[in-house]
């Protein structure tokens, strides 16, 4: 069913014309001959939509969209009319109307404004739904959402959280594979020990054996104290390391010994020092790949991928899009003394529209933005950045009659693996799972188009 839609007009063969065509096309269709029974309709059962003609007896279209503004503002109201002028189509937007279309007219443009109305409704209940759930929510974590991939997500960190194993998170750029990581802290038994964080490719590497391990007095210039190291600063507790990937292939070794042995050599020490930690790595990059090219150990790999987690993009969690996108409305209305409630439904579709590569930093940066800007006590499309506003998804075609618009079947592989590729924001990794070939397989056809002179399949 493609929607619930009231016919209001007072001509019965336009009602039981209009219930025929709509009801073929698959919209459950009711119909009243008057103003004032629709109004009494409306009050008796749910509609998705209403179609109303202007010009009727007693109460005409224009009172009628005026009370259902007053009494039922969530139903969109379609206004029809054999008069229609600008002056009757502006009264009919004033009076609260959603769309207006003139008569005669093509069945099809009714179903296209139908099926508009539809979607402004459903996004609308919605984003009241995310609004409500939002001011309620009290999460365990900072982890939000409530979408399968989520869930799937939740329940997984519940079963590996009571395992003393080492665990590797992967997901792209801007997931939250740190917010899973302190969630999977929390849910475990060392919640009341130290959950301590460090970005490998921030910290150079000159400094990074220090920062981890510790160094003693005099080991190196300016090292006038002993330095406990990360591994010692997090006992009883957690150790996350980002973007593990990066790690310099010097240190590589020394980690894999400190995991296996579970001490540490302090930088210019003579002992090794017991610890007592539980290690989380994650990474952002194709972490095989590095393992068959020699940038990274396999016995390192092995031992921090004893369970592997991955953190599901943005673009693959439906509605969770708008849930973090209220919640992001909230903090930052919060923050800015502003009073905006929340998103209208046409921004609402431009979000779930949008691919979001950036992930939830790309959303909150996103929000942040249109709360600063907005005038109004909503965000709409015109607060979103120009990348969201203007998005239009793109889509392979196949059909055409012309023979000249064909191609080969390797320009059209190229085009579909280059659309999935962006699709999951570079990860070659997940878009080889989607193709349904062997990741080397993958590497091999890149390569190849690279080395052709095609700067769009680069894998620098």
């Known amino acids: 069913m493609r929607g619930r839609v009231l016919v209001v007009d007072d001509d019965h063969s336009m009602c039981d014309a209009l219930k025929d065509d709509l009801t073929r096309r698959d919209f459950s269709t009711q119909t009243r001959t008057s103003a004032t029974a629709a109004l ?22 224009i009172e009628f969209c005026e009370h259902t503004q007053a009494n039922r503002p969530d139903i969109p109201v379609i206004v029809i009319t054999g008069f229609g002028s600008f002056d009757s189509a502006v009264a009919a937007i004033r009076a609260g109307a959603y769309d207006f279309i003139t008569k005669p007219f093509d069945v099809e443009t009714l179903v296209l404004a139908l099926d508009r109305a539809v979607q402004h409704r459903t996004l609308r209940d919605e984003v009241k739904r995310l609004r409500e759930t939002v001011s309620t929510l009290r999460p365990p974590s900072d982890i939000i959402g409530e979408s399968h991939a989520m869930k799937k997500l939740f329940g997984f960190l519940h079963q590996v959280a009571g395992a003393e194993v080492t665990v590797l998170i992967t997901g792209e750029t801007g997931t ?3 917010l899973a990581a302190r969630l999977l802290h929390r849910l475990s038994c060392r919640c009341n020990g130290p959950f301590v964080a460090l970005d490998a490719a921030a910290v150079p590497e000159t400094l990074l054996e220090s920062q981890l391990f510790g160094h003693v ?21 957690t150790l996350f390391l980002d973007e593990i990937g990066n790690l310099p292939q010097a240190l590589q070794p020394k980690l894999l010994r400190a995991i296996q042995e579970r001490r540490v050599r302090p930088l210019g020490g003579n002992t090794e020092i017991p610890f007592d930690v539980r290690l989380v790595t994650a990474t952002n990059s194709d972490i095989e790949r590095a393992v068959e090219e020699g940038r990274f150990r396999s016995d390192l790999y092995f031992r921090l991928n004893v369970v592997h987690v991955e953190v599901p993009p943005l673009r693959e969690r439906g509605n969770d899009i708008l849930l973090l996108a209220q919640h992001f409305v909230s903090e930052c209305t919060a923050r800015m003394n502003k009073p905006v409630r929340g998103l209208t439904p046409s921004a609402a579709g431009k979000l779930l529209s949008y691919g979001w590569p950036g992930n939830i930093r790309e959303l909150q940066n996103c929000i942040e933005r249109a709360v600063a800007l907005t005038g109004f006590d909503e965000l709409t499309v015109e607060d979103l950045p120009e990348r969201v506003r203007d998005h239009k998804p793109s889509h392979l075609v196949f059909a055409t009659d012309d023979p000249g618009r064909f191609t080969t079947l390797e320009d059209l592989e190229r085009r579909y693996i280059l659309r999935v590729l962006s699709a999951v ?12 070939v062997d990741r080397k397989t993958l590497y091999r056809k890149l390569d190849r188009w690279a080395e052709g002179g095609d700067r769009r399949f680069s894998q620098d």
């Open 217 to 237: 007095r005099g080991a190196f210039t300016d090292a006038k104290t002993d330095h406990r190291g990360l591994f010692m600063e997090a006992s009883g507790g």
């Open 425 to 436: 924001g570079g990860n070659k990794v997940t878009a080889a799972r989607i193709l349904g």
């Open 176 to 178: 939250g594979k740190e």
């Open 40 to 61: 009494e309709a409306l009050e008796m059962a749910e509609f998705d939509v209403v179609v109303t003609d202007l010009n009727m007896n007693g109460m005409n279209g």
